[in-house]
């Protein structure tokens, strides 16, 4: 069920509707109850066969969990039950025809034919929606246990509601279970000043993903269904800027509509975008961008191994590991490891140069420092988004080739999706150089200003929509 969808539309309305007087009745067990019960139905829309996949993860987890809390001699057993199930959860619909075709090319190198990618069963070729968030979600809730962060929950309903919560269950943002999990404890009406605050949130996420995201999508997708169509230089770039703001105001979109029906419910998730392409450094979009999935990584991949407490060397090799990870977990292909690779080679030269630091000094240098960071970053979304690693490097080679501009037809799809790309980069200008002037209105003129602000977002994303495309990251 996608957002961006009426079905979506309706479900919402009968689900805060009944969750008012569920809310009503005061009974905390009823709520656990209702949220399980819709998140499944929203998670189940797609495929309710995929139902028995979360389930089964949640209830290792659960069990595991409580295994830490009553046998602390057997902890680590129970532990590494918990990162077993989830992890070989992830290997068998995620990662088996990588696998399998990784093999059968091996194996073809030295003459053999094991063709495991054929034998491999077709249920184990489809992605479950969200299977990656909701895993990470699930493994964190057993590793804090197992660290003495959190206790248990004694109630299988409190931990599925934390577990399955439907606004963030298939794209995030990944919740902490430390976080989300005594929200759940009690029920508390939502104050105006939430609603009001959900409703802005839901808002702009509207109209970062239909009206921005949606129509510049077009755009790159033309130019990837085919991409020896030109060899222009700016063409190439104009595409990728326009991937990286399309990726951006997707997800970050995705994640502003989480975060205001998590108000409305009466919970708070963090904030899980800061304006990545602000950023002057590499590691200072690694703080601004999908927060909450790079601080999971941070967490309980890279500082577990030993962050930067065993030596330089070791600390290299840990961000090195996590990154490829990283890109591992976003997708199975090589063009996803290489996209991670990038990214760690590129923070291995800002640790050893510290350039950022010299090019903090004065606005002018930031600047260039912001310019040279983005830079890096739409060279690494290539390899995000090409389909292969042949594609990827023709895009990089044409990017960097001194081509002419103008050897491509500007249709309607490229004028739009270039439109909104030069309209993104005004945006993200006034963001960057301007306060909020809404910061200098207060009680009534402030209330109509926001007013007339969120009808204009909403009368944008009804009649100036772009195609519905499902969200990006519902791919990982």
């Known amino acids: 069920m996608l957002f961006n969808s009426a079905i979506f539309l309706v479900f919402a309305l009968i689900f805060f509707i009944i969750l008012y007087f569920v809310h009503k009745n005061g009974n905390v067990k009823l709520r656990w109850f209702f949220l399980v019960a819709a998140s499944f139905f929203f998670y189940g829309w797609w495929d309710w066969r995929f139902l028995f996949l979360i389930i089964g993860s949640g209830l290792i987890d659960y069990f595991s969990a409580h295994g830490i809390a009553r046998y602390p001699g057997r902890k680590k057993l129970f532990l ?13 619909f995620k990662y088996s025809g990588f696998i399998a075709s990784n093999i059968d090319a091996l194996t073809s190198m030295i003459g053999m034919d094991t063709h495991m990618l054929e034998n491999v069963p077709e249920f184990m070729l489809i992605l479950p929606v969200g299977i990656s968030f909701y895993t990470f979600q699930s493994m964190s809730y057993t590793i804090d246990i197992y660290k003495g962060k959190l206790k248990p929950t004694n109630s299988i309903l409190h931990f599925f509601a934390y577990l399955a919560l439907f ?11 430390r976080d989300l999990i005594p929200q759940l404890t009690k029920v508390r009406f939502t104050t105006e000043f939430e609603r009001w605050n959900g409703l802005k949130l839901i808002a702009i996420g509207f109209f970062k993903k239909v009206v921005l995201a949606d129509n510049i999508a077009p755009m790159v997708n033309t130019a990837f269904s085919n991409v020896h169509q030109t060899e222009s230089t700016g063409f190439w770039w104009l595409v990728m800027l326009g991937f990286g703001f399309q990726i951006y105001f997707d997800f970050s979109g995705y994640s502003d509509i989480a975060r205001g029906l998590a108000k409305w419910m009466g919970l708070h998730f963090r904030i899980n975008f800061n304006h990545p392409y602000h950023s002057a450094s590499l590691r200072e979009f690694w703080t601004r961008w999908h927060i909450s999935l790079s ?12 962050g930067s407490k065993k030596g330089v060397f070791n600390a290299y090799l840990f961000m090195w590991i996590t990154m490829v990870v990283s890109g591992l977990w976003h997708g199975a292909s090589w063009n996803f490891v290489l996209w991670g690779a990038i990214h ?5 030269v800002e640790r050893i140069t510290k350039w950022p630091i010299l090019f903090n000094k004065t606005v002018v240098t930031r600047i260039f420092s912001i310019i040279i ?3 890096i970053v739409l060279i690494a979304w290539v390899f995000f988004r090409a389909d292969n690693m042949d594609t990827a490097l023709y895009v990089i080679d044409k990017m960097f080739s001194i081509a002419p501009l103008g050897d491509f037809e500007i249709t309607d799809t490229i004028f739009l999706g270039g439109y909104m790309v030069v309209f993104s980069v ?12 809404l910061r200098l ?9 926001e007013i007339i602000y969120i009808s204009l977002l909403i009368l944008a994303a009804i009649y100036f929509r772009g195609e519905g495309n499902e969200f990006i990251y519902f791919q990982f």
Do not use: C, H
């Open 80 to 92: 590494i039950l918990s990162i077993l199930g989830n992890i070989g959860s992830l290997a068998v």
């Open 426 to 437: 005004l945006i993200e200008l006034v963001l960057k150089f301007k306060s909020n002037p």
């Open 441 to 449: 209105l207060q009680g009534k003129q402030r209330r109509i200003v």
């Open 295 to 306: 601080t999971w990584f941070r967490d309980y991949v890279y500082i577990p191994m030993g």
């Open 373 to 375: 960071t983005n830079v």
């Open 344 to 348: 760690a080679l590129f923070l291995s």
């Open 167 to 177: 606004p963030q269950l298939v794209a995030g943002p990944i919740v902490r279970a």
